[in-house]
């Protein structure tokens, strides 16, 4: 055989693509002792991606499953600032979550003094970092680990999306046509990559759930719920407090949420 190659399955195939399908092996190995694996995803910026994975985690956890929270937001980690986790963490290997009222939860920022300081990495060190978290991490046995994901469509959900056996990605849009727009996008990424929708969630909705249900019609997958666009989310979250834990009216809206997903 040739330097450097080897035969899998009568196929020969160069080193660096066995190094990945190992890794995705080990990787896979590693998260197995996690039942449900989810991503929360758009496309578009600042449309509530985190807080709905937050409150998500939460509203699972309150139903008694045992919950983790991955920010793969690499290099604006915005998890801890939601949760109000201030401090580093023992950055022994492997990594071990910190936990926040009963939710297991990893982020860069727990590897960073200071989180006004920026992240300043290229794309495959962004790469790197989310392998190292799924490599890395000791989350122990999970019914749910929950992906708050960047937005854009670069190297964090590629990532994932190649390393992972995620049940599917949460679409979160807001009401405007545009948002709508980039959600779509994102789901016909995640299709044209061979991962499921669970559906999608308006937030910052104002009532009808029209960005949802565009998005819903042209990608054919579920509306799960719309959030309504309440202060009360910025007020409490730049707190470091959890919406669905403070305000029974919220909890509700996420339960109904989870639910749909098999919560
Ligand atoms: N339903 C809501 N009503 C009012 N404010 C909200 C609501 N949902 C989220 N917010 C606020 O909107 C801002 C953006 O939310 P968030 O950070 O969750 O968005 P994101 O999609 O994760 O952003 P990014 O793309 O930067 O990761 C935050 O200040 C958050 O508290
Ligand atoms: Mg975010």
Known sequence: MADGQEETNNMKMHPSILRVIEQKKAIRAKLSAIKHKIGVYSAKGGVGKTTVAVNMAYALNGMGYKVGLLDADID?????LFLGMEGMWDQHYPLKPAEKNGVKVISTAMFVDDARKPIIWRGPMIGKMVLEF??????????????DLPPGSSD?????????????FVLVTTPQHIAAINTIRSGMMAK??????????????????????EVAESLQCELLGSIALDRKFAELSDKGMVPVLEDSRIREEFISIVKKIGG
């Open 76 to 80: 604006t980690p915005n998890i801890t």
């Open 134 to 147: 799924l490599d890395s991490t000791e989350w122990g046995t999970l019914d749910y680990l929950i992906l």
């Open 156 to 168: 964090a959900p590629l990532s994932i999306i190649q390393l992972l056996d995620l049940d599917g």
């Open 192 to 213: 044209r990559l061979g991962v499921s929708l669970l559906g999608v969630i308006e937030n910052m909705s104002e009532g009808d759930a029209k960005g949802a249900r």
